[in-house]
């Protein structure tokens, strides 16, 4: 499951961005804008699809939204007031252009483009069955699933049909489609993933992963998308829907430890405060004598802020990123692997040398960069390194969209915390406890009955069922497909 980052495998890794816009002359140019800003959120490939009225036009790339979207003449070659847009990393399928998304398929209703963030937890299982149907898949990834359910569903709209085929699938996801005569937006039962809803002053109307990529193109945010709710946006408005069962909400709270851009605001709370009152938690918790507390550039720093000012330790930028590296920059032979870290940080000696110092990070995965940035602080001249990490032990893998080892290589699965200690290196490690992650975001504390955020990665509770996972074959229901819902 896990990508390749050879300078940094330490961190849990993006999963995907979507975009939408109705009702706009620019929409290609307005969806590379806010692309643009959930570039964060998946670097190996970005796509963009529009519809002018009469026809489909679509560009898809590998690499990075500036690269693909860049010039004048590729968003001349999309145009129409309507359009989809998608920013990958991969969770599930190879890194190729088939997988690109918006995948788009032409439908006995017209045509459909459709982005996705987030992972189904049935995907195979539904695939295999579909394969035996006779069914014809492109690309490798979950996402056609959908398409395929889509495709085969017996009702007449496309609202209709995507309701059909999304009752039929498990996972997390949060959906941007572009039909001939729509956007729609749709966010899984449990609200896992995110999915927000703006507008420009002249009345188009925008889809989005994120806050941020409402900002970048001036538009005012008007809420979330609920939960399991399928938003319509033609001519006539926006229309909602709300066609499954009511589930209490489960919003993936490693969104606010570290997916989002601190500058966005996720279910009505800032990022960055949320980050900062993290490291404030992580201070009443683990505080320690020190000199100064250090970020690791650029996740850890709102937490060491915070961490810093409820301390009452100076904040240093005691580590320098170099924001120019690319995750394919040089290719890491083992005669200089140890060196890949220093491609992304350097030590900033003047504030380490002969120094305590707390070093303040977001997550743990593997272990290997951590170990690799406290090798490093101490040949800086640090007296001490004391390690302190704003989420609990990551001890679980992620099956809803974000991209994480296999359980036996996450290093809180191996390894107790003082053993994780002694393995990087460092003095003394400390995670923020969950309690105090939830205090952070607002809870008194985490409800073990009713949590109230996916924290699977952390406490192995997975709120939606692993169908693939447990080799079970699943319930593809042909009731659904033949009577309806």
Known sequence: MLGTHPFDDDHLHEECGVFGIYGHPGAASLAALGLHALQHRGQEAAGIVTYDGEMFYSHRGMGHVADNFGSEAVIKRLPGPMAVGH??????????LRNVQPLFADFEFGGLAIGHNGNLTNALTIRKQLVRRGCLFQSTTDTEVIVHLIAISLYSTV???????????????????????????????????PLV????????????????????????????????????????????????????R????????????????????????????????????????????????????????????????????GIIRNHYVGRTFIEPTDSI???????????????????????????????TTSTKIVEMVRQAGAREVHMRISSPPTTHSCFYGIDTPEREKL???????????????ADSLAFVSLDGLYRAVGETARDPKQPQFCDACFT???????????????????????EGH
């Open 250 to 317: 489960r919003f993936c709270i490693f969104e606010h430890i570290y997916f989002a851009r601190p500058d966005s605001v996720m279910e009505g709370t800032s990022v960055y405060e949320v980050r900062k009152q993290i490291g404030r938690e992580l201070a009443k918790e683990s505080g320690i004598d020190a000199d100064v507390v250090i970020p690791v550039p650029d996740s850890g720093v709102p937490a060491a802020l915070g961490y810093a000012s409820q301390a009452g330790i100076p904040f240093e930028l």
């Open 411 to 425: 290093l809180a699965y191996r390894y107790d915390v003082a053993g994780m200690a002694k393995l990087i290196g």
């Open 197 to 248: 809803l703006g507008r420009l002053a002249g009345g188009a109307w925008i889809l989005a992963s994120e806050t941020c990529a409402l900002d970048i193109v001036g538009a005012d945010f008007v809420r979330d998308v609920d939960p399991g709710e399928l938003v319509i946006i033609d001519d006539s408005g926006l229309r909602s829907i709300k066609p499954f069962a009511k589930a209490k």
């Open 337 to 367: 692997r140890h060196l890949g870290v220093k491609l992304k940080h350097n030590a900033n000696r003047a504030h380490i040398t002969g120094k305590r110092v707390i070093l303040v990070d977001d997550s743990i995965v593997r272990g």
């Open 159 to 193: 609202e209709e049909r995507m309701i059909d085929a999304l009752r039929q699938v498990e996972g997390a996801y949060s959906l941007v489609a572009l039909a001939t005569n729509a956007v729609i937006g749709v966010r899984d039962p449990l609200g896992i993933r």
């Open 460 to 482: 192995g509770d997975y709120p939606v069922l692993l169908t693939d996972q447990e080799g079970g074959e699943g319930q593809l229901s042909l009731t659904l497909m033949t």
């Open 87 to 96: 920013v990958r990393y991969s969770t599930t399928g190879e890194t190729m």
